[in-house]
């Protein structure tokens, strides 16, 4: 069994910053594309960043120059480093990866992280 384990959510103040992970485990051939996503009250689930195997990086453009996505391919591992947090960033984080493994590809999701920014 696959799985993205995410941790690091929590409140912070607006101007402030946090940092998120996420780890895979299982039997995992190779880790592609990562990607992490999240989901306000009431709003659809939005992208906002995305990190290819070779480093390749692409945010959506609410979060530019404020986010910041990276990995370990050897840890099997992402994170998202969020700087100068506004209150409109408030929503649960959920990682993605697209996992190629011995019985095949998988889309994968972790069970998402709370974010809260708030004064």
């Known amino acids: 069994q696959v799985q993205l384990v995410e941790s690091g959510g929590g409140l912070v103040q607006p101007g402030g910053s946090l940092k998120l992970s996420c780890a895979a485990s299982g039997i995992i051939y190779k880790v592609n594309t990562m990607a992490w996503y999240r989901q306000a009250p009431g709003k659809q689930r939005e992208l906002v960043a995305v990190?290819?195997?070779?480093?390749?990086?692409n945010y959506a453009d609410s979060v530019k120059g404020r986010f910041t996505i990276s990995r370990d391919n050897a840890k099997n591992t992402a994170e998202l480093q969020m700087n100068s947090l506004k209150p409109e960033d408030t929503a649960v984080y959920y990682c993605?990866?697209?996992?190629?493994?011995?019985?095949?590809?998988?889309?994968?999701w972790g069970q998402g992280t709370l974010v809260t920014v708030s004064s």
């Open positions: 990190i290819t195997g070779g480093g390749s990086t």
């Open positions: 993605n990866a697209a996992i190629s493994t011995l019985s095949g590809y998988r889309d994968v």
